[in-house]
């Protein structure tokens, strides 16, 4: 069973390439590597190849002929999408549809999306069910609900199969160290409490806390990238035994604060690293969690790593001993 994963050299989908490796699934990888490290791919071929390169996208679809495509290939920094809209809709959108549309030419309709729980926006009920409404505040969450309208109409009109994944707040690492989270400018609360913790930077700041939460501080759902990873291989199941098109939130359905993340990697690493409060910043919701039942009931997942201790843990591991 071959399948092609795009953007698999970046963070969540190096994970997804290491359980699809290791269940048998053969793979090949390809990613530009402007983001992602070729090094972080434990199974099958890696090709440099950018989505907007139709004709080198063309060609591998036709020699790999994959059973199925998971696209990971994408910007991600919210910031830097509100300065350079251009920049997320060439990569994110435009390079999507290049992607949908060769795949269609090449006869392959089983799709799986990495999307963001950023489509929601300001979400108007907490937890944050599949059926809220699509409001995104930034580029870059319009950028992904873009490629969800466009794959509404090409599920019906080209007989295209696919899943869309609504991430919430992908944390941790996996647990033996080899691969984990390496972005450059870091901009995820875990990874950069921890480099205060190792002294990469000189104190973490908290963004607001006078928020209507039990701390005053920001709530998000995190959920470890293991049990996210586990999400993709039973969607990947579910399209092969022939299931419709859907969507699916992936969250633990609870969240924790700043201070609460700060805390426990504070007992994790044992430092006690300066903390700054701060102003807030613009278009922080106070909280965003996922109504994950949907995915639970559809496709049967059981997410085994719902403990923010261990979360932090397998971060911390990773951030000690990280080799890209």
């Not at 049990?227 to 022939?242: Q, R, T, V, W």
């Not at 969240?255 to 609460?260: A, D, F, I, K, T």
């Not at 700060?262 to 994790?268: E, L, S």
């Not at 997410?303 to 080799?323: G, Q, S, V």
Request: proline share 4%; charged share 25%; glycine share 8%.
């Amino acid at each position: 069973m071959r399948v092609l994963i795009t953007g698999g050299a970046g963070y969540i989908g190096s994970h997804v390439v290491k359980a699809l490796g290791e269940k048998g699934y053969e793979v090949l990888t390809i990613d530009n590597l402007s983001k992602g490290h070729e090094e972080a791919v434990l199974y099958g071929e890696v090709k440099r190849i950018d989505l907007s390169d139709r004709e080198s996208i063309r060609d591998v679809l036709r020699a790999f002929k994959p059973e199925a495509v998971m696209h990971f290939a994408a910007f991600i920094e919210v910031r830097e999408s509100v300065l350079y809209p251009l920049k997320y809709y060439k990569n994110n959108t435009v390079n999507s549809l290049i992607l949908l549309e060769e795949m269609i030419y090449a006869g392959i309709n089983r799709f799986i999306f990495s999307s963001t729980a950023a489509v929601y926006g300001n979400p108007v009920s907490v937890p944050i069910s599949e059926s809220e409404s699509i409001k995104p505040i930034n580029p870059y969450g319009q950028s992904k609900a873009f490629v969800e309208r466009i794959l509404e109409d090409f599920s019906k009109s080209y007989g295209l199969r696919y899943v869309s994944l609504r991430y919430f707040n992908a944390a941790g690492a996996e647990p033996e160290g080899k691969i984990g989270e390496s972005h450059n400018p870091e901009t995820h609360l875990i990874p950069l409490v921890l480099k205060t913790a190792k002294g990469e930077i000189e104190h973490i700041k908290i963004f607001g806390t006078d928020y209507e939460t039990p701390d005053g501080t920001c709530i998000r759902d995190y959920i470890h990238v293991d049990d996210l990873s586990k999400a993709h291989i039973l969607a990947l199941e579910y399209l092969l035994s022939g299931g419709k098109s859907n969507v699916f939130n992936c969250g633990y359905g609870h969240g924790y604060s700043v201070r609460e993340i700060i805390d426990t990697a504070k007992k994790v690493t044992g430092v006690d690293f300066p903390v700054v409060e701060s102003e807030r910043r613009p278009g922080d919701p106070a909280i965003l969690v996922a109504d994950s039942s949907k995915l639970k009931k559809t496709l049967g997942w059981i997410p085994e790593f719902d403990d923010i201790e261990y979360i932090i843990r397998t971060a911390w591991n990773w951030e000690l001993n990280k080799r890209f």
